[in-house]
Structure formats: C-alpha cells, structure tokens
C-alpha cells in the first residue's frame, strides 16, 4: 500500500520534471530556431488569412451576386487549402528532422541516465505540443490582425462602403485552421516518436562524430551530366514556348517532367562542375578561405542536390504563379471595361430569328423600357461574305483563317457610338473600316490599312477609309462576340442580309440594382410574334469578372507566397542546421588565426550561395514561364503586364533577402556563440 | 642563436577579492631558436594556462611575454589575430584536420589566409610534402589517410608558414602510444631538419622525453630543469621520471 502510493508520487514527480524539461527545451528552441517558428506562424497566420473571406462582416454589405461570388471563392480556398496544408506539412515535417538531428546527442544522454524511450518520445511530443500551440497561438493572432487589412482589399476590389468599423473574424476559419494545423503536428508527433523508437543509443552518442563521407565525382562523369542537363532543359523550354498553355496536353506535361529532370541534372552536376573550374584557377582557388567555402559546398551539394532542386523548382512556381497573377488581374481588369460599354444589352435567344423590333417585343413582354432606360438603340449585323483569312490574306493566323467577319453600317455604328459617347466616324463611299477588339491581331490588320488592302463584298470594291483601327466595343457581352468587324458604307449595308440583332440601353440615372433585378427574368418572350429575347447587364459581367478576378488573384499568391515561404524556410533551416555542424571548423579556422571578418565573410559567401544558385535557375525557369504566360495573356486583350510582374518578383525577392539575411545572421550567431562558449 | 621567447615575471590570477588562484605566479625563462622545450607538471600546475598565455589566446596579469623581441602581452584585437597568424604555429591533440579539405588543401589553408601568392603557396605546399614523405595523399581526405599520415599532414601546416615558434599542447593526449611515438617523431624531425623552435606541454613523461629541455612547473612556479644534452632518450627518460617521482614524493609530504 504505502509501496504503491510511493510509486505514484514517484510517477507523479517524473511527470512534472517530464513537462518542465519539455518546456524548458522549448525555451531554449525558440532562440535557436527562430526561422522554424516564423515559417510556421507564417504558414498559420497565411492559412487562417485566405479562408476568412467569408467573414460575416464583410458579406453583410455584399448584393445578391457578389455574395455567389465570395461564396465559390471560399469554395475555391477550402480545395487549394487541403493542398497547402500538405504542403505545409511536408515543410513542418522536413524542418522537425533537423530539429531532432540537431538534439541526438542530449537524446542520448537521458538515454544513458537511464530514461526509457517512451519517456523520450514524451518529452519530445511534450515540445511539439508546446511550440505547436504556441506558433498556432501567434499565428492566428497575426492572422486575425492582418485580415482587418486583406477585408479593406476585398471592399474595396467589391465596391463595399464600410459604414462603420467593424472587426472581421470568421469562427469557421479559426476552426479550419486549428483542426487542419493539429492534424499536422500530430504527424510530426507520430514520426518523432517513431524515430526515436528506431534510435539505437550507440549512434545518439556519436551522432556528433558521424560525418558525411565526401563522394566527388570524376571530372567527366560531371561534365556530362551538365551538358546533359542543359541540353534537357534547353528541349523542355523550346517544348514549353512552342506549344504554349493553350493546350493543356502531354506535350505540356512532358515539358514540365522534362524541367524537373533537367534541373535534378544540373545540381547534381554543378558543383562537381564548378569545383574543377575554380580549382584549374590557382588565384581564385587559392585566395583567402576559397577553397574552403567551395568544399563546403561541395561537401554538401553532393548529397544535398535534391533539396536545392526542390526548392528551386518551387521558387519557379512561386515566382511565375504571384507575377502571373497580378498581370493576369490586370489583364482582366482592361477587359471588363471594355466589354461593358452599355447597362444592357438585348439579343434573340433563338437562333433562326434575327430581325424584328426588339424594344416593341419586349415592351409586349411587359418590361417599362421608358422607366428603365434613358435611351436604346437596335442595330443589326450584315453577312459580308468574308472571313478573316480572306480579309487578310497571310498576315491572318492559322488558327483564325475561317472566323466570319461581319458588318455593321457607318450609320448605325454612329449611333452607337452616340449612346456611348463616344466619338464619331465618317466614311464615304467605296470605303470600310475595321473594328479590332484582339490585340494579337493589330499588327497583320495595322499592315493591310497601311497597304490600302481592297476587300469584295456585295459585288463592290471597297478600299479602307480609316488608317487607323478602332477598338470599341458595340455590346455588353461575356467575352467578345465578333473577332472583327467592318464598318461599311450604309447603302451597301442595308444591301446585305441580317446576320443578328441587338439592342443596347443606358440605364436611367436611379437605383440601377432595382433595375437589374427587374431584368432578372430573362428571357422574355413576346406574346406577339412569339420572339424570345435574352439580356446580358453589364453588372452581371463586372460582378462575374471582377469575382473570378479576385478569387484568382488570391488563389494564385496564396500558393505563390505559400511556395515562396517554403522554399525559404527550407533553405534557411537547412543552413543553419549546417551552420552547427561547421562550429567545430570554424572553431579550428579561428585558431589558426583566421579573423572573425574572414569568418563571417566566409559563412556569409555559403549562406549566399546556397540561396542564390536555386534562385539563379528558377529565375531563368521563370522568365522562360512567364513568357508563355504572357503569350496567352496577350488572347485576353493587351495587357501591359510588364511592370506588374517586376512588381510581384519584388515582392518575392523581398521575402527571400529576409529569410536569406535572418539565416546568415542565425548562422553567425551559432558560430559565434559555439566559439565564445 | 637569438632568443625567440622571452618569459619575463609572467602572472596569471584566477578569480577576484578574497578568492584568488594563482595559475601562474611569477615564471620567467626563455627559449633561444631552433630549441625544443617541454613544459611538464601535474593537472592544475599552470602549463596549461603558461601556454595560452604564450599563444596570446589568454591575457597575462603582470609580466611580459616577448616573442622575436615583440611584447605580445600589449598586442590587441587585429594585431593579435595577425601576430598569431605569421609568428605562431599550432599542433593540436586530434590532428584537428578539416575533414571537407584535401591534404594538400589543409595545408594550402594556412597559407591562404595569410595571403601569400597561389604560385608561391603550391610550390610551399609541394615542397614540405616533399620533406614529410606526405607527396602521395595530398589528393586524399582525412577519412582516407592513416594517423601517422594525418599527423604529418598537421605537422605540415604547422611549419609551412615558417613560423617562429611551434605550439603543441599535450599533442599525445588523445593518442594510443603507437600513433603518439609517430607523431613525436615528427615533431622530433621539424626540429632537427627544418630547425624549428617548439615548445611542447605535456603531463606524460614518455611524451616529454623527445624534447631537449624541459622544465617542470608545481603550483604555478618553475621547479626544475633538466637538460636532455648527450643522454639517450631512454636515460633522459630515467632522469624525467627522477624529477616526477620527486614531485610526487613532495605533494605526499604535504598531504
């Protein structure tokens, strides 16, 4: 009895000494790896950020349509977040081995005092716990604090008055975020306590002693492996810019496996490579600590290639996704302005009728176009016969040869541009003009106005009377609906058949959203002549595009800044896991008489190599992705996306100098401290 | 001969008020070029401490310490990093090779961070090799070289920058006794062929029996000295033995 109630004090007293152990060596942890905590309150903090969109205090403000749009953005977060959580927990996973490795031999010693493993795995899980609800704690702190900022972005991107001030939280992404994060930690809770369980004592002790085993591989054996690896990304870059991202087929995934390959090639070779440059160049190799930075390196890259490949090939991604992203918003951006020049705009649903009196019809089909609009105007598309191929003979693009081009009369096309107020043309007769809403082909139509190109049509030469190519709209529409259209002279106009009909009206100046919602109820059908007749509104469009617009953005730097903080982090942790393995160097270095500048010089040359030489390659991955990026972008219209993306490599070259300069501080740090101790 | 080191009233005090240890209290001796001098006594006897003093990584209290004529004790920061780095050679317990770097880049090292000219430190390198028999392994990393060629790899980078003076603090320590005979052999050899001055401080009688001089130091003063002059290593061994045994007999009086 009294044995037992011993024992269980004794189990008692263990417990307390087990949790204070734990958090003392926590303690201790977050001086040591304070990159491993700012990547995971990072990665908490981004998490909780992009899936509190739906915060009921932003959506309060919202119409009908834009909540439907937040509504599939959240939809859209709760996918790409199951991905990056595994993401995210690839890289909590990757950084706790080096947290462990780091701590073999203080496992050792408790191992030696007699602890049990299960002890160990305790305290271990213990720690994890701990930094896991503290990084969990700071993060979603951070989180909540920065989302006051990201719903200014997203009111403002909506149009939203904000009448008072009110603190967005969303309960649903606290929980998302808690549960999703816990679910991680008990991974890395389950793999540490596995690899403790594996842990034989002998090699806790000697984890110190245990170094890496140099393999260097012959000089040839590297040569060819580079050439080889530039030879596989040269043919996965020419596939990539020859076929585009139009087609999303094998060709595209050959390329890319093809670039992954490539770049495993070029690390795996590269340092082999460079060390017999440098070494055939005695000054080079023979100057300061050199020779020493470069076998470092060389030490490690050996086995280390496949990580630096990694991150390098997410810093491509994370790269060419956020500089992407903002051009392709920007692009979108043009886009909806254009094709909304009118409130609304009406077209027959059926397709075999194209011509009546539409604002009778309608009027018959019970809608008060006088209350609606302040003014309408019909007008009608006329078959001319010609295609796009036909109208510009070899300057056209193959996969364009067979669009229809239509026509619209001079007469009815200043009408239009009347109601838009916008200016007006004149053309005489034996003339045509051409309206151009697609970018890629101005140059081949620029050519033929140039040239003075004549076009047949209704048995008429017509020659162009404009040099220069218009560019506006003539209807509210998702998208563009003629690729081309020519302006004609009004009497070969009316000479021609209808092709299609429409009508265009401003709204009257008043509660527009009233009006839309009495145009809800499409189509309307004129109980008449039996004509059905559809709208389009140019809110429905603007909601639509700025939506997909902002829910893409955001998708896109959410994994394009996620990728950024993973590349870094892993790169940082790994530097500075290094950084105490070289203490015992740099210690024997200083007592040569090497100075601490010359020391520092030398971890800051590793530091920066190690980050430059992924960075090096997925810059020149990047420009290679973002040019065929912008090869489709330029079908969406013209964007000047150029700036755009020096914005976003800014952004990202930011995060990385902060991780890169937080390293070789860490780094210098754990010399120094190792050296003084 | 010129005198290399001069060891002149040298203190060293531990600890602050009431608390005072003398490591070193009032040593003087000198050393004069091309010597080989061990320093012997028990733990806790200072030479550890006379040493680091001497390889300006510890500061004295009172006392000048002179090397080549050059008070070491008023050399500060940069000064000090230099003068350690062209006057003073080391030869550490465990070889301390670095394990990233070749033989030849081991060496090389200690020549780089002077910054001596690529030309003349590969024709340096190459030469000492040449003296060391270490020619063959110069392309080999520590993990691949024997003790006896690790040492002479560290020996190497020890003489290489032609320093005026050679530190070896307990160089046999960590060594089985086939290894420590290889490597005082060498140390013996850098002596007598490249006419080095070193200065050696052991506890281990065996160990200081390859040098020409020595001096025992109890409780932070000079006890003796002995000269090895025309004996065998054996005898002189005989007479280092005398001297401990004596040592010994003098600490069991007072306890």
């Known amino acids: 009895m009294a044995g037992s109630s011993m024992l269980s004090r004794c189990s008692g007293v263990m417990q307390m000494s087990l949790c204070k152990l734990s958090f003392q060596n926590v303690r201790k942890s977050i001086k040591d790896y304070t990159v491993y905590f700012l990547t995971l309150m990072l990665g908490v903090c981004l998490f909780y950020l992009f899936n509190a969109l739906d915060s009921q205090a932003l959506v309060q403000g919202m119409s009908e349509i834009q909540q439907d749009i937040v509504q599939m953005m959240v939809e859209m977060m709760a996918v790409i977040s199951v991905f990056i959580s595994v993401v995210l927990g690839c890289l909590i996973l990757y950084a706790n081995r080096y947290l462990v490795k780091r701590r073999k031999k203080e496992f050792g010693i408790y191992m030696l005092l007699g602890m049990p493993k ?74 540490n306590v596995r690899t403790i369980s594996k842990c034989k004592l002998i090699d806790l002790i000697q984890a110190e002693r245990k170094n890496e085993q140099v393999k260097t591989r012959r000089l040839w054996v590297c040569v060819i492996l580079f050439l080889l690896s530039l030879g596989v990304l040269g043919t996965a870059y020419a596939m990539i810019i020859k076929n585009g991202l139009q087609t999303l087929d094998g060709s595209f995934t050959l390329s890319i496996v093809l670039g992954i390959v490539g770049t495993i090639l070029f690390f795996m070779s590269l340092s082999g490579f460079l060390l017999r440059v440098v070494k055939s160049n005695r000054k080079l190799y023979l100057k300061n600590l050199n020779m020493f930075v470069l076998r470092q390196i060389n030490s490690k890259v050996n086995t280390a290639f496949l990580s630096i490949s990694i991150v390098c090939v997410l810093l491509f991604f994370a790269i060419t996704i956020t500089s992407t992203a903002i051009g392709f918003n920007s692009a979108m951006n043009a886009d909806v302005e254009q094709s909304t020049p009118y409130s609304a705009t009406f077209g027959y649903t059926q397709s075999e009728r194209v011509d009546g009196d539409m604002r009778q019809e309608l009027i018959d089909a019970g809608i008060d176009m006088d209350a609606i609009f302040e003014a309408t105007e019909q007008y009608s598309y006329r078959e001319t016969g010609v295609t796009l ?93 003629n690729t081309v259209v020519l302006i004609l002279p009004q009497t070969l106009a009316e000479s021609l058949p209808v092709a299609d009909s429409f009508l265009c009206g401003q709204y009257r100046a008043g509660d527009t959203d009233a009006f839309d919602d009495m145009l809800a109820a499409e189509p309307f059908v004129s109980p008449a002549n039996g004509a059905s007749i559809g709208v389009t509104l140019a809110n429905e469009i603007y909601w639509t595009q700025t939506g997909t617009r902002v829910a893409f953005l955001f998708v896109l730097l959410y994994i394009g800044v996620v990728f950024m903080i993973v590349a870094a982090a892993a790169l940082a942790l790994q530097q500075l896991s290094e950084a105490s393995d070289n203490v015992g160097r740099y210690a024997l270095l200083s007592k040569l008489g090497v100075d601490r500048k010359m020391i520092n010089r030398s971890i800051f040359s590793q530091v920066a190599i190690y980050f430059l030489i992924p960075m090096a390659l997925a810059i020149v991955h990047s420009c290679v992705g973002i040019y065929v990026v912008l090869q489709m972008l330029n079908a969406f219209g013209e964007p000047n996306s150029f700036l755009h993306i020096l914005t976003a490599g800014g952004i990202i070259l930011a995060i990385y100098l902060v991780y890169f300069f937080a390293t070789y501080a860490g780094c210098k740090s754990t010399v120094r401290q190792q050296r003084t101790a | 001969m010129s005198t290399i080191l001069q060891v002149q009233g040298m203190q060293k005090y531990y600890g602050s008020r009431g608390v005072v240890t003398k490591a070193v209290d009032n040593i003087s001796f000198s050393v004069e070029e091309g010597e080989y001098v061990g320093i012997m006594g028990v733990s806790g006897s200072g030479k550890t401490t006379l040493l680091n003093c001497i390889s300006t990584i510890d500061t004295v209290t009172a006392g000048t310490i002179r090397i080549k004529g050059k008070d070491v004790t008023a050399l500060k920061g940069k000064e000090l990093e230099r003068f350690r780095r062209e006057e003073l050679g080391f030869i550490f317990q465990d070889f301390n090779l670095l394990d990233t770097l070749t033989a030849y880049e081991n060496i090389a090292l200690a020549l780089t961070i002077l910054g001596e000219k690529p030309d003349e430190i590969h024709r340096k390198v190459l030469e000492v090799a040449t003296k060391l028999n270490i020619s063959s392994i110069l392309s080999k990393f520590p993990y691949q070289m024997s003790g006896g060629e690790k040492q002479r790899t560290a020996s190497a980078r020890a003489i290489i920058t032609n320093p005026s003076l050679i530190l070896a603090d307990e160089p046999t320590g960590a060594l089985d006794s086939k290894s420590a005979r290889m490597l005082l052999e060498t140390i013996g050899m850098l002596n007598e062929q490249m006419k080095a001055t070193i200065l050696m401080v052991t506890h281990d009688a065996f160990t200081a029996s390859y040098a020409k001089r020595i001096l025992f130091i109890k409780d932070g003063r000079i006890f003796n000295e002995i000269l090895r002059g025309e004996d065998t290593r054996k005898e002189f061994f005989g007479r280092i033995i005398d001297v401990v045994t004596l040592l010994g007999g003098d600490a069991n009086v007072v306890m």
């Open chain 1, 118 to 191: 299960r002890k160990i795995s305790g305290v271990l899980a213990l720690e994890t716990s701990f930094i896991g609800l503290f990084s969990l704690a700071v993060g979603l702190a951070l989180g909540v604090f920065l989302s006051q900022g990201l719903s200014i972005v997203v009111s403002q991107l909506f149009k939203i008055q904000y009448s008072e001030f009110q603190v967005v939280f969303s309960p649903q992404a606290l929980v998302k975020t808690i549960l999703y994060f816990a679910v991680i930690f008990l991974v890395v809770m389950v793999f």
């Open chain 1, 389 to 481: 191929g036909g109208l510009m003979g070899n300057l056209c693009p193959q996969k364009s040869e067979d669009h229809i081009v239509n026509g619209i009369s001079v007469e009815r096309y200043n009408a239009l541009m009347r109601l838009q107020g916008k200016p007006e043309i004149s053309l005489a007769d034996g003339e045509y003009a051409v309206i151009s809403l697609f970018a890629y082909l101005n140059d081949g139509l620029d050519e033929i106005l140039q040239n003075g190109r004549t076009v047949e049509i209704g048995g008429q030469e017509l020659r162009p009377g404009k040099q220069q190519i218009l560019n506006t709209a003539l209807e509210t529409a998702m998208g563009t609906n």
